[in-house]
C-alpha cells in the first residue's frame, strides 16, 4: 500500500469518534410538514402578484398616440425590433466581444420584419375596404426608394402625431399611404383584432407569442408600465416582480452587474455579463478542482462555527 | 447453476449497487456526532420545499395554464407554488453556502459538489420558464427584458423566451424532470460517501 501526502482541502481525514442515533425518515416527514405549513401559511398572507397582461388593444385605447408612433416606426423599419438583428433580422449590430459573437455566428432563425409582420400582412388580412385597399397597393407597389422618402417624412412629422375624434393626425402631407395605413392599424388594434392576427398568422393554434411582445415592447406604455413597478433595467429589472414580492432574488448577481461599469455603458453589455457569469458559474462548479480557490474555505475558517460543538469536544 | 445465477445481468447490477450503497447507508439509523448544526437542516429543506413545488405545480398544470388566473383555489396554489420556490431557493443557497463553508467536496466528494451546482444552475432555469409563463404582466415582462440576455449568447435562436408553448413545456416536463433526477444522484451521492467530516489541524495520512 502506498502512502500520499495529506491534501487537507481534497482530502477528508477518516472519523473515528462517536455516532449518535438519526432518523433520516423522520428528519424527512417533519421537514416536508413544516414546509408545506409555512409555504401555506406564507401564501395566505402574502398571496402572490397577478398583474393582468397588456393587451395591444389595451396599449392602443390607453395610449393610441404612442400606438401609432410605434406602428409607424415597424412600418417604417425604424423601431428597436426592426434594428435588432440577430435571431430576428440582419440589421442590428451583433453583441460581441473582441471576435467572438455567438449571436452574429447562429444568425437569423426567427424572421421578423415589422413591416411586413406588425403592420402590413394584418392590415391585407382585413375585410377589403376601398381606401384602405388602395393605400396597401399603394404601399406595396411602390418602390424602395419611395417608401423611403415616405417613411422619412412619417419620422418626421412622427413627434407631433395626435390622435382625436378616433382618428390619427399626421401633420405631413408627404407620407404617402401611411397616415392611412396607421388609421386602420389603430382601429384594429384599438377592437382587438390586431392581438389576433399577430398570433394567428401561424396558423389556427398557436403558443407563440413572439410576435406581439415584441411589438408592445418596442413602445414606451409597455416601458412606462414596469417603471412604475419597479421593473426597469436600473432599478435591477427582470429579478424583481410586480407589487412588494422578493421575485427572483437568487439572479441579484446576474442583475448586479447591469448597474455597474463597465457593464452599464457597453452596448455589447448582455453579452459581458452573460460571459462573466458563465465564467463565475464554471468556477462554482468547478471548485473542488481549482487550487487555491478550494483553500478558501479552510482559511476563512467559518466551519469552526458550524463544527464548534466537536471542536470543543475535542478540547 | 448458482455460478450461471451470479453472472446474469440483473445478479451483477443488485451486487453492485448493494456493495456500493448497502441499506444501512441508504436510510441509516445513526450519523457522526459532528453532524450537530442548523446548516445541516437547508439540505433536507431544500428537498422538501420541492416536493411541496411539484404538489402544487401538478394541481396547476391539471387545469391549464391560465386556470389560476380565475380560479380563488387556482390563486392559493399559485401562491403556494410561488412561496415553496422562494423557500426552495433560500434553502438551497443557504446549503449551497454552508457546504462550501465545510469543504463538502473533500474525502472523495467532488461530484457530489458539482451535482450540487448543477441541480442549482437547472433550478435556475426551472425557476426562470416559471416566471415567464405565467400569462401575465411579469412574464410578458421579464420574457422581454430576458431575451436580449440569451440573445447576445446566441441561444435565443434555440431557447425563444417570448414562445409560450416552449417555456411551459421545459418548465412543467423537462426541467422538473431534470432538476428531480440530479437531486436524486446528488443524494444518493451523499448516502454512499456520507457527510464530510471537520478539518482537523493535525496532519494526516490517507491510503492510496
Do not use: C
Not at chain 1, 440589421?91 to 420584419?113: A, C, D, M, Y
Request: proline residues 6%.
Amino acid at each position: 500500500m502506498t502512502k500520499k501526502p495529506f491534501r487537507p482541502d481534497v482530502d477528508a481525514p477518516v472519523y473515528k469518534g462517536p455516532y449518535v442515533p438519526y432518523d433520516i425518515i423522520k428528519e424527512g416527514a417533519i421537514a416536508v410538514l413544516v414546509v408545506f405549513i409555512l409555504t401555506a401559511a406564507l401564501a395566505l398572507v402574502f398571496s402572490s402578484p397577478d398583474e393582468k397582461a397588456v393587451t395591444i388593444k389595451t396599449w392602443s385605447n390607453a395610449d393610441a398616440v404612442d400606438f401609432a408612433q410605434t406602428a409607424g416606426d415597424e412600418l417604417a423599419g425604424t423601431s428597436a425590433v426592426a434594428n435588432y438583428g440577430a435571431p430576428y433580422n440582419n440589421n442590428g449590430t451583433s453583441q460581441h466581444w473582441g471576435f467572438l459573437s455567438p449571436e452574429k455566428w447562429i444568425g437569423v432563425r426567427i424572421q421578423i420584419n415589422t413591416t411586413n409582420d406588425f403592420v402590413i400582412d394584418p392590415l391585407s388580412a382585413q375585410p377589403a375596404q376601398p381606401a384602405l385597399s388602395a393605400a396597401l397597393s399603394q404601399w406595396k407597389s411602390a418602390s424602395s426608394a419611395t417608401q423611403t422618402a415616405w417613411d422619412d417624412a412619417f419620422n418626421k412629422a412622427e413627434p407631433n402625431l395626435t390622435y382625436s375624434n378616433g382618428k390619427v393626425n399626421i401633420p405631413t402631407k408627404a407620407a404617402g399611404p401611411i397616415p392611412v395605413l396607421l388609421n386602420y392599424e389603430t382601429q384594429m388594434a384599438r377592437s382587438g383584432a390586431l392581438d389576433q392576427a399577430l398570433v394567428t398568422q401561424a396558423g389556427f393554434y398557436t403558443t407563440n407569442f413572439t410576435k406581439p411582445l415584441l411589438f408592445v415592447s418596442d413602445g414606451t406604455y409597455f416601458a412606462g408600465l414596469a417603471e412604475k413597478q419597479h421593473l426597469s433595467g436600473s432599478q435591477w429589472g427582470m429579478m424583481n416582480e410586480t407589487g412588494q414580492y422578493p421575485g427572483q432574488a437568487w439572479l441579484w448577481l446576474y442583475t448586479f452587474w447591469y448597474q455597474i461599469h463597465p457593464y452599464s455603458t457597453s452596448a455589447s453589455a448582455d453579452f459581458l455579463v452573460w460571459g462573466t457569469m458563465m465564467i463565475l458559474t464554471a468556477l462554482m462548479v468547478l471548485v473542488p478542482f481549482i487550487p487555491g480557490l478550494r483553500s478558501i474555505p479552510r482559511k476563512i475558517k467559518i466551519y469552526r462555527i458550524i463544527w464548534r460543538e466537536h471542536y470543543a469536544a475535542k478540547l | 447453476m448458482s455460478t450461471d445465477i451470479e453472472r446474469q445481468w440483473t445478479s451483477r447490477i443488485r451486487h453492485s449497487v448493494v456493495d456500493k450503497l448497502p441499506p444501512d447507508k441508504l436510510l441509516p439509523d445513526t450519523q457522526p456526532a459532528y453532524v450537530a448544526s442548523w446548516i445541516y437542516v437547508f439540505g433536507v429543506t431544500t428537498m422538501a420545499a420541492l416536493g411541496v413545488i411539484i404538489l402544487t405545480g401538478i394541481i396547476l398544470a391539471l387545469d391549464g395554464p391560465q386556470w389560476w388566473h380565475s380560479s380563488t383555489l387556482g390563486h392559493f396554489v399559485n401562491s403556494m407554488h410561488l412561496w415553496s420556490v422562494e423557500i426552495f431557493f433560500f434553502a438551497m443557497v443557504v446549503h449551497l453556502w454552508g457546504k462550501f463553508s465545510m469543504a463538502a467536496w473533500r474525502g472523495g466528494r467532488s461530484l457530489t459538489w458539482v451535482t450540487g451546482a448543477v441541480t442549482f444552475m437547472a433550478s435556475i432555469l426551472a425557476g426562470f420558464t416559471g416566471y415567464v409563463s405565467q400569462t401575465n404582466f411579469d412574464s410578458q415582462w421579464i420574457a422581454t427584458q430576458a431575451k436580449d440576455g440569451i440573445n447576445s449568447t446566441g441561444g435565443g435562436a434555440f431557447f425563444n423566451v417570448l414562445n409560450l408553448g416552449q417555456m411551459l413545456m421545459l418548465h412543467i416536463v423537462l426541467l422538473p424532470i431534470a432538476a428531480v433526477a440530479l437531486t436524486g444522484i446528488h443524494v444518493v451521492m451523499v448516502r454512499m460517501k456520507g457527510v464530510v467530516p471537520p478539518f482537523e489541524d493535525a496532519t494526516t495520512e490517507v491510503s492510496a
